[in-house]
């Protein structure tokens, strides 16, 4: 399975822009890129996914790069309910094998106010 | 809210003991999930049921099983307890078996402590 590099931890202050960063060098040309995040004491939450355009929706924007090597998830406003640890992962189109998603350790992100 | 819901919220038990999760999906949704998460291994996936038929398994232990009732509820079953086997265990569900662009949507999960 393709495997996704995210730092460990990121920090960023209330009300302003934060880009997670993804690596992904062995995507294939099917895999989806999704992001999911886990608030403090929940379940994982869906955030957003895209395959190779840029996407965006209410909680966040997906930049794909041209290679598709990386993607970066955007938080335009932070705010202090966007503190959690957030995970890139990369699904396959094919309905082949394992279903579930493969968590890897994400980035905790921290917001200061 | 997610729309899944699990019981109990919390379990404690002894080794050697077998306890039983339970998650009911989203109205509407066919596939569940479970996951388990703990400090050492992180979020791993287990197994998944899509219309009451296994389809996926992941790194679910042979003391593990699972199963989707009729009404798709899912329950798993966890035997012979040892003290690793503390944990969350999350439920999740999503529509239907496409596994590229569907989400999937986590339950609050139970915490599992083994004493």
């Known amino acids: 399975d393709a495997k996704t590099t995210q730092p460990n931890s990121m920090e960023s202050n209330e009300e302003e822009p934060v880009h997670l960063p993804c690596n992904h060098s062995t995507i294939s040309g099917t895999d989806y890129i999704h992001w999911y995040r886990q608030l403090p004491s929940q379940g994982p939450e869906y955030v957003i996914h895209?395959?190779?355009s840029n996407v965006n929706n209410r909680m966040a924007s997906l930049a794909i790069a041209e290679d598709r090597k990386s993607s970066t998830l955007i938080l335009h406003r932070a705010t202090l309910r966007d503190a959690a640890v957030y995970y890139c992962i990369l699904r396959p189109s094919v309905a082949g094998g394992a279903d579930g998603l493969t968590f890897g350790k994400g980035t905790h992100l921290i917001i200061q106010p | 809210d997610s729309g899944v819901t699990q019981t109990p919220k919390h379990l404690i038990t002894a080794t050697g003991q077998r306890v039983t999760l339970r998650c009911s999906p989203r109205?509407?949704?066919?596939?569940v999930y479970w996951y388990q998460q703990s400090l050492d291994q992180g979020l791993q996936f287990l197994i998944q049921y899509y219309n009451g038929e296994e389809r996926a398994k992941g790194n679910i232990l042979e003391r593990f099983s699972a199963q989707q009732f009729p009404d798709l509820h899912s329950e798993l079953n966890l035997s012979s307890l040892e003290l690793g086997d503390s944990a969350l265990y999350f439920c999740?569900?999503?529509?239907?078996?496409?596994?590229?662009?569907?989400?999937?949507?986590f339950g609050p999960g139970t915490r599992l402590t083994v004493l």
């Open positions: 999740a569900s999503s529509v239907t078996l496409l596994t590229s662009s569907n989400e999937q949507f």
């Open positions: 109205s509407g949704d066919l596939s």
């Open positions: 895209g395959l190779t």
